[in-house]
């Protein structure tokens, strides 16, 4: 699953509005809080209170807090209690374990806690709500000197709260916490293009969230979910503008892991359509963005798959074609000093491409 969350991201050029959601307030909050100390003297203009939630869960200071699972680090999901010490982790989290990794002692049984599990989704319901528009004018408090004291709200906007937790769930491996989390997200989204309609900030949102459900899916097992919420990511991706490099990042990743499962399931007629679509949103992109050499490595990786699946199907000519090709362009590419972790790719995708060059001469 990708580790950038779909709500946190650097604002496009085709978004107009000045505040995006998860953006942190405590950006703001600090510029303010340093500017009033400097001009003490100045009366009636107004500080900022840092949001804190008192069980640690804020955006900034994310710490673990009494409705967290110490295994997977994130919200409790079918919270289940040890026998006999009594300390609470998720079911998937704790069944890996012979003893309780808190106190040490055995564990005789696992038991369901109902109450606590309730506890929690009320949490998310009351902490994640639907950030109002106008978090600033939450409350005013006069304090001396006429100086207003505005407190925020301690609220993570839903979607990139969720989103937190499902990826820390997902990281642990405790995939359904991050499926039932997702899903959720999906559905809050889902909403709110009913009411505001396919704007494209909501549609690469619930593209990414789709994505990481298929990601989700595909860890389970469950191929055939998994393609279903790869494609629905991708039509929701597709409708947006082909400028936006992130976006169309996404949406070529999501064509390709549509191909992989195809690829597997031995479907490689469909394995190819797919990804020969991944690799045309990855050549247009480039054409945007002729500059950026994450994107032509990304085409030469597309190559390769194609090629691979077109050697597979016995069609070598065209295979080795694709495989010259992605060579030629990966051996023009020159990275700046700071890409070190590009070229490191490149390398290796430079090393698996000549492989298979090789393996046809010697073969
Ligand atoms: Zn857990
Ligand atoms: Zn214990």
Redesign the pocket.
């Known amino acids: 699953m990708t580790s950038v969350c779909p709500f946190v991201k650097p604002s496009r050029p085709d978004d107009g509005s000045s505040r995006k959601p998860g953006e942190c307030p405590d950006k703001h909050v600090s510029e303010h809080e340093g500017g009033g100390k400097e001009k003490k003297e100045s009366v009636g203009e107004s500080a900022t209170v840092s949001p804190k939630c008192p069980f640690g869960y804020d955006s900034q200071t994310f710490k673990l807090g009494p409705h967290s ?6 919200l ?2 079918d919270c289940s209690k040890c026998v006999p010490c009594s300390h609470v ?2 079911k ?3 069944s890996r374990f012979k003893d309780c990794p808190l106190c040490g002692a055995d564990i005789e049984k696992i038991e369901a806690d109902t109450d606590l599990q309730s506890v929690v989704d009320r949490f998310i319901d009351g902490h994640a709500r639907i950030k109002r528009s106008h978090v600033d004018v939450d409350k005013e408090v006069e304090v001396g000197e006429n100086k207003k004291v505005i407190y925020e709200d301690v609220s993570l906007e839903r979607g990139a709260f969720l989103v937190q937790q499902a990826m820390r ?1 997902f990281r ?1 491996q ?1 995939v359904e ?1 991050a499926r039932s989390r997702l899903s959720l997200c999906a559905e809050d989204i889902r909403g709110q293009i009913e009411t505001a309609g396919n704007t494209s900030e909501l549609c690469s949102q619930l593209g990414a969230v789709l994505g990481m459900l298929g990601d989700c899916c595909r860890a389970m097992g469950d191929a055939g979910s998994s393609v279903t919420y790869f494609q629905e990511s991708v039509e929701f991706l597709s409708k947006l503008p082909a400028a936006d490099l992130e976006i169309m990042h996404t949406l070529s990743v999501s064509l390709n892991k549509i191909g992989d499962l195809k690829y597997y399931d031995e479907d490689l007629e469909a394995a190819r359509s797919y990804y020969i679509r991944s690799l045309n949103v990855r050549r247009d992109a480039i054409k945007h963005h002729p500059n950026v050499s994450s994107q032509t490595l990304d085409v030469a990786v597309s190559l390769a798959k194609v090629a691979d699946v077109d050697r597979t199907m016995g069609n070598e000519d065209a295979a080795l074609d694709r495989f010259r090709e992605a060579i030629k362009l990966l051996g023009s590419l020159t990275l700046k000093p700071e890409e070190a972790g590009l070229e490191q790719r490149r390398l290796s995708v430079l090393e698996f491409l000549n492989n298979q060059l090789a393996e046809k001469q010697s073969g």
């Open positions: 699972c110490m295994i997977c680090q994130a409790l999901f982790y998720c998937v989290c704790i769930a642990a405790n916490s």
